[in-house]
Structures are given as structure tokens and as C-alpha cells.
């Protein structure tokens, strides 16, 4: 078993990095087993790790809302590459969004994220938002919500999209460290006209870093 050895970060004990096989599944199972892994940033100042809360599901060409509904484009390509890698697109003009493919090479799917829980380097991620945490509330806006999170660790298309999620080179990763979620809640995506009504949005129930709040019912 891959343990914290390969990943300098120390202080979050041990922890085994997710491999491809794991995304390679439904998008609503991925969506689900997710929650309370970590999202980890490696950059030049520090590690910035947040625990994942809220996810979404895409399910490929016969979902409406997913962006690979229509068909194999440059812009959606990696959604039908190799499970685990870095989906990323730009939206309303301001912010992006990361997502990470699902199902085998060839078959499309995602799963978006949606919140990210604040567990290590909160200060860097603060500042990247432009956020002065001078209330305990405060770190709630560092990553609740896919834009916020993707600018708390500077995620961006053309730094990110296509990035292996599962590699040991990647300074973009997913781990496990044994967290257990007590109760995950289900509700209709947020934010999406078509295929609306559909109860592929997941999220740790109770957990005030998740995005919507006025969804969660």
C-alpha cells in the first residue's frame, strides 16, 4: 500500500493516494465515495489540502447537463480520455471549475466538485481568494463552491486540464486517510437548466463548508 512517504506532507499522518482504477466506475459511485477524501495542491510555498464535501455527478452522453452530452470536442476530450485526470473549464466569464473523468477510456463521464472543507495551508488559500480570515466564519468562504475552491488553489485550464489526478508526479492529487463520513445527503444538481430535476448532487451532511445551503433539503 502507497503511504505518505511518496507525498511531502507529514503532518496529515499517513494517507494512500487514490489510483485510476478507483475512478474507473458509474460517476454517481465516484460522485458518492469521494466525500471526505483530500484534495492536494503542491506548490513552491506549501501544501494546500482540503477535504472534498460536495460533489456533483455527470454521466456522460445520455445527461443533458453534462458537458459531453453532445459528442467528442477538443474542448471536452479528457471527460472521454483515461479515468482520473483533470477536467477543467471556464465559466460566466470569471471562475473555473475542476472535475475528474470517470469510466473507462472512451466512455465519458465526471464527477465536479463542488466544496472543499480548508485542512492545511488555509492562510495561502485565503490569500489566493483575497479573503482576510479575521472570523473563525471566514475560512467558510475560502472554498465553498467550485470557483471559489479552484482560485483557493490556483486551478486553472491551462495549468490543470488533462492532469493525471493519480499520478506520483502530479502536483495535483487525491488521497485517502481513513476519514469516514457519517451520512451523505442526495439532492438535485445546482445551478443547471437541463436534466435539473436528476439527485446526482452529494455532500457530508451537516458539514458547514458545503456549497448551496439552501439546497440541501
Do not use: W
Not at 17 to 39: I, T, Y
Not at 119 to 143: F, N, P, T, W, Y
Request: with cysteine; net charge positive.
Amino acid at each position: 500500500m502507497t503511504k505518505s512517504s511518496e507525498l511531502p506532507m507529514t503532518s496529515l499522518g499517513h494517507v494512500t493516494p487514490l489510483k485510476a482504477e478507483f475512478f474507473n466506475r458509474d460517476p454517481r459511485q465516484v460522485a458518492r465515495a469521494l466525500l471526505g477524501k483530500l484534495l492536494i495542491r503542491k506548490t513552491p510555498s506549501g501544501i494546500l489540502v482540503g477535504r472534498i464535501v460536495e460533489t456533483e455527478a455527470y454521466l456522460g452522453q445520455g445527461d443533458a447537463a453534462a458537458h459531453s452530452a453532445a459528442g467528442r470536442t477538443a474542448r471536452n476530450s479528457v471527460l472521454f480520455g483515461p479515468p482520473g485526470h483533470a477536467y477543467v473549464y471556464f465559466i460566466y466569464g470569471n471562475h473555473y471549475c475542476l472535475n475528474v473523468s470517470c469510466l473507462p477510456d472512451g466512455v465519458p463521464g465526471g464527477v465536479l466538485f463542488r466544496a472543499l472543507e480548508p485542512v492545511a495551508g488555509i492562510q495561502q488559500m485565503a490569500k489566493a481568494r483575497g479573503i482576510e480570515l479575521a472570523r473563525e466564519s471566514d475560512v467558510k468562504k475560502i472554498s465553498s463552491g467550485p470557483g471559489r475552491l479552484s482560485e483557493a488553489l490556483g486551478i486553472t485550464r491551462d495549468r490543470d486540464n488533462g492532469k493525471s489526478l493519480v499520478s506520483p508526479r502530479s502536483d495535483l492529487r487525491i488521497v485517502d486517510d481513513d476519514y469516514r463520513v457519517r451520512r451523505v445527503a442526495i439532492t438535485p444538481r445546482i445551478g443547471i437548466v437541463k436534466s435539473a430535476e436528476r439527485p446526482l448532487r452529494y455532500f457530508i451532511a451537516g458539514n458547514p463548508f458545503v456549497s448551496g445551503r439552501s439546497r440541501q433539503d
